[in-house]
């Protein structure tokens, strides 16, 4: 049952760090791409660099949450 707890608070932090990057991300970005941000590669290429810092992040913030002794997995 403590496992399903992890998993659950993890995608939340997954999940809240996106919406965050998206939030300060999105005019920068499509400043940058102007009309091609309607083309799929421009955004596949944003959310696939996207997944990969989000990733590292709610990496970094769990292993910070286990050393705090805050999550037990």
């Not at 608070?9 to 941000?37: D, E, M």
């Not at 309607?38 to 696939?48: D, E, L, N, S, V």
């Amino acid at each position: 049952m403590e496992k399903i707890w992890v998993i659950i608070i993890a995608i939340s932090i997954f999940l809240i760090i996106t919406l965050i990057y998206w939030k300060f991300t999105r005019g920068t970005i499509k400043t940058k791409y102007g009309h091609n941000w309607k083309i799929w590669g421009a955004r596949t290429f944003y959310w696939h660099d996207a997944i990969y810092i989000i990733t590292g992040i709610t990496f970094l913030i769990l292993v910070i949450l286990k050393l705090t002794n805050v999550l037990n997995f």
